[in-house]
């Protein structure tokens, strides 16, 4: 990422996230329990009643009654505090790449990731994450995304993240950092995670349009930043996007106390694309990692009808919104043959013996012709004197 990226991805994240940067406090010590204590200052932040557009958008209260994602996912990021409210109980102690464990967040866009994913329901706010039932497993690798000095050691770090988050179990590993160079130690854990059967999903925003990794590699779920009026120019992708997901305008939790905040940042579109990974993962446990995505992207809102039609990808938004009901719950061809669970037959009661009922049926059946017979001529003139006059 150059220089220019980084202070558009600084400017980016002080104005839409309104978190001030802590600068000077260090990563703490292995012996140190991370979430014992506190580096982030927004602590008194407002609890926000109203959810964002995106969660409306994706609506994933539809798809609770049958799932809520009971899967991990690591977010590679800057931490992920457990002391925020939303999210106590669901954050892992994790890994500091500098040393000791990952569950406080100095700067918070790891920690607003996290609740986008993972966020429990609440009383007094609408907010929630797409995938409660989710546990996290938080990654630092930086307590501040805009250091300039970040970039030529961020491969290498991307790369450990990675291969930790494996080691951890992680099925889903959420990153919405990027780095223009095609490191081969960023390439080969990458290949390491999806010989595992674990899912990437990285960012494929670039604003200076150079190649974004390891969004570029195949295998490697690409998400694109969506606003509320739609997707961003196709120049600002440095890979191509499979799916898009809501970025700006958000809500999201805070590292301390059950406050929120608005925020706005591209790389925090990999959250609900996780969290939908997660959904599936756990309703469909028997799904590969590369069935997974080809339902996230079946199931995707179509770019346009056409492109939907046609499964061909948007410059901007790829195969379209991620749907994360639609994902759990559609049912087609080419789904349940890998994934419908196997139907149940009903047990029915052994046939009765029908002969006795036959017989008795015969009877009566005798004896009725046998009344016709006698009763007939009766009948037919009593009906022929009642016939209308004239008839």
């Keep these: 990422m150059t220089p220019r990226t980084r202070r558009t991805v600084a400017a980016g994240l002080v104005l839409g996230f309104a978190v001030n940067i802590l600068v000077g406090l260090s990563p703490f010590p292995p012996s140190t329990p991370a979430a014992a204590a506190s580096c982030s200052a927004n602590a008194d932040a407002p ?29 590679v990021d800057t931490g992920v505090s457990a002391r925020t409210a939303s999210l106590v109980g669901a954050v892992l102690p994790g890994s500091n790449l500098d040393g000791g464990r990952g569950d406080a967040d100095c700067f918070g866009r790891g920690t607003f990731i996290a609740s986008l994913i993972a966020g429990r329901v609440l009383d007094g706010t609408a907010f929630a994450g797409v995938a409660p039932g989710a546990t996290i497993l938080p990654i630092r690798v930086t307590d501040d995304p805009s250091d300039f000095q970040l970039d030529a050691k961020l491969p290498g770090l991307l790369a450990s993240a990675i291969n930790t988050s494996v080691s951890a179990g992680a099925r889903v590993i959420a990153i919405p950092l990027t780095t223009s160079r ?5 390439r080969n854990a990458v290949n390491a995670a999806i010989r595992k059967d674990v899912l990437i999903v990285a960012s494929a925003a670039n604003y200076d349009g150079a190649p974004t990794f390891p969004a570029q590699w195949d295998g490697v779920l690409s998400v694109a930043p969506l606003t509320p009026s739609g997707g961003v120019d196709a120049s600002k992708m440095g890979a191509e996007p499979d799916l898009a997901s809501p970025s700006s305008d958000l809500i999201g939790a805070v590292p301390d106390g059950a406050g929120h905040i608005a925020g706005s940042d591209d790389g925090v579109a990999v959250g609900y694309v996780a969290a939908a990974a997660a959904l599936v993962m756990d309703e469909y446990p028997d799904l590969s990692v590369k069935e997974v995505m080809a339902r996230l992207l079946d199931t995707a809102d179509g770019a346009s009808a056409s492109s939907s039609m046609e499964g061909t990808r948007d410059s901007s938004l790829g195969f379209g919104v991620v749907n994360p009901f639609a994902a759990v719950a559609r049912l087609d061809s080419d789904v349940t043959a890998i994934s419908a669970p196997a139907v149940t037959a009903l047990a029915l009661p052994p046939k009765p013996d029908e002969r006795p009922v036959n017989l008795a049926l015969a009877i009566a059946l005798g004896a009725l012709v046998a009344a016709v017979l006698v009763v007939g001529p009766t009948v037919g003139v009593v009906l022929s004197r009642r016939k209308p006059v004239g008839e």
């Design 182 to 186: 095609a490191d081969e130690s960023l």
């Design 47 to 75: 609890v926000i009643a109203a959810p964002s557009w995106g969660q409306q958008r994706m609506g994933p209260e539809r798809a609770w009654p049958r799932t809520t994602g009971d899967v991990v996912v690591a977010v």
